[in-house]
């Protein structure tokens, strides 16, 4: 008789199992389903999403074309042997080689009115100063909005947890007042709130591996940069040893 009523319990619970999910799994669906809190969520996310994928394309198209004007400008210094040389064939450019070199003669100027700059060490120490400078300027420009893609890459993942705890306790909550475990039923509701972890991964690893990227990108620059600036420095160099030996000359013969 147990074994009957047994299976008749068992029949009965089958009958009463819903045929189909009562829900639209799909992922469009399961946003427009979820909670007031995890849809709020789930857009935050995509707005990562979309902010880092915007400040990747960005800083890489201009990283790309610092790197080609500095090759172009490194190519056409190689048989430079004076700053003013080397000043003339950047005139009117506003490359970033141009703007050390403009830093460097303006510099060399200044200190002409000293007649005790020629040949000095000061001299040397000051160009260095002004390009280290600059080339801290510059640096910082191309770092900005690429600190943010950090700042995504570390926070989405927790962010998405969130969503995912909430959903999967409104589940829970669901379930106390429904009084049933059937997986029909408890599956939704833990879908939509797994929906925000997926989310908070698809802004967080592209985030991760773009700020990677370009910060290897941006390194590489910066140190192209610093030798350049190292040659300017010998230009300069050059050029007051030059003036020193036209001086000691012009004093020999008087």
Not at 68 to 77: D, G, H, V
Not at 109 to 135: C, Y
């Amino acid at each position: 008789m147990s074994f009957l009523a047994g299976n008749a319990v068992q029949a009965q619970d089958q009958g009463t199992l819903p045929t189909s999910l009562p829900h639209d799994l799909s992922v469009m669906g399961m946003f427009e389903q979820a909670d007031l809190v995890v849809k709020s969520v789930m857009l935050l996310l995509l707005a990562f999403a979309v902010v880092a994928w915007v400040i990747w394309l960005a800083k890489w198209f201009e990283l790309i074309a610092c790197r080609r004007a500095l090759k172009i400008s490194r190519k056409a210094l190689n048989n430079v042997s004076s700053l003013t040389e080397a000043a003339a064939l950047e005139t009117g450019s506003k490359t970033h080689i141009a703007l050390l070199l403009a830093a460097g003669e303006q510099e060399v100027r200044l200190s002409d009115m000293h007649a005790l700059s020629i040949g000095s060490e000061g001299l040397k120490e000051r160009v260095h100063s002004r390009l280290a400078r600059l080339q801290s300027g510059i640096g910082r420009k191309l770092q900005r909005s690429v600190g943010l893609l950090a700042t995504i890459g570390s926070t989405a993942p927790f962010i998405g947890l969130f969503g995912t705890v909430w959903g999967i306790m409104n589940a829970f909550i669901g379930i106390a007042e429904t009084q049933t475990t059937n997986l029909a039923v408890v599956a939704p509701g833990i879908a939509e709130a797994l929906l925000a972890t997926a989310l908070g991964l698809v802004a967080a690893i592209p985030a991760v591996v773009f700020y990677n990227g370009l910060s290897r990108g941006i390194a590489n620059y910066k140190q192209n940069l610093a030798d350049t600036a190292a040659f300017i420095e010998r230009l300069v160099s050059r050029d007051r040893d030059m003036k020193l030996s036209e001086a000691l000359t012009r004093e020999g013969h008087s």
